[in-house]
């Protein structure tokens, strides 16, 4: 990172980790049955607090969309048409509004019982077909607290807008990584001693490529490949059109003190996340303009989720990272940091910046500047993505 704008960075939020981490142990966290069914609704899970709370029901099968029900103010009825009988016993606790749910088999119909700690009502309901890293069908029912009942269509995410991504862990796919070297042509990024950090960040991303196909599982891509200037919006551009798995952007870290040094990791905050919203506006590329019949609603839904999933997973993989990264260099304090940068936007695409160490600090430019020492940073980083990609991607939930 160039200096001037390392300073913004440091002044962005830290929140949104808080919230991403949060969410990712919300949906590890998942209530259910601890013998979930192979088949029908596999689990109940739910995300948010008591003024909107969503419900997740995972299915093996899409349903159709049958209107909800309250046949009392505290209880609501989703039947699940074509969905299998759960097995006895299929409920549990519920959270947020929900205090308990129950799916049961009435007259022939599957259906999910909730018995709400107050009234609600439904804000929307909405399909997912499998995607994002998920293997099923997902059922969402968005809750508000309130006394209005209204009507709520379903709308069903199509399958075409979602990538389809196996969850199982022995996937002939081979992951795509993307690897963006810092900087470049007449930007050359900070200044060490006597190193421009885009060399730096060009020569790790090569070795980093290089240690990734060896391994043969991986298609990597590199937004750069030699000493050219490339637009930041380009190298998003690049991430998406390899409908990249997993985006890390190289970079090496400037600053006064000479003494100051270590890596650090980022990934987007709450603020890049609505600006992504933005930029990208509802028909972002995630969703092809040329599909018809899909009205902004169901758009932004997906653009939700997948922000919020794809931040998840980012937040995940900082954290991997970190661990396998602090084995070879010291870790600047407060090393997970969230930064709305633009390189970060491509809201379906998990992505993180690794500050691989200062470039202003001797003992990191050595570190950085001999293939040796660079070698085994870049091997941890590489470790770090083997890790990754062998834990399954978490549920979207809350
Ligand atoms: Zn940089």
Known sequence: ????RL????????AGLAAALSGAVLAAAAVGASDSPQEGVLKVRFGGDRAQTRVVIDLDRPTSATEVSFPSPGRLIAPLPKIAAPPPGFDGAGSGLVRRWLVDRVGGQTRLQLDLDEQATVKRRFLLPPGEGVGHWRYVIDLESGTVIRPVTLATVPAAAVKIRSVAPDIKRRRVVVID???GGKDPGAMGAGTREKDVTLAAARALKKRLEASGVYRVVLTRDSDVFIPLEERVRIARKADADLFISL????????????????TLSEKGADRAAKVLGPQGM??????????????????????RSTKNRSAVFAETLLRHVGDETPLLRRSHRDAGFVVLLAPEVPAVLLEMGFITSPADERL???ADSRGRLIDAVGNAIDAFFQRPAPTIAG
């Open 181 to 183: 070297a810092g900087h």
């Open 7 to 14: 300073s913004r960075w440091i002044a962005a939020a830290f």
């Open 286 to 307: 995630l969703i092809p303009a040329s599909r018809p019949g899909r009205d902004q609603t169901t758009n932004q839904i997906l653009l939700d989720l997948t922000q």
């Open 368 to 370: 950085l500047t001999n």
């Open 251 to 266: 970079h090496a870290d400037s600053g006064p003190d000479a003494a100051t040094r270590g890596a650090s990791v980022y």
């Open 1 to 4: 990172m160039a200096k001037k």
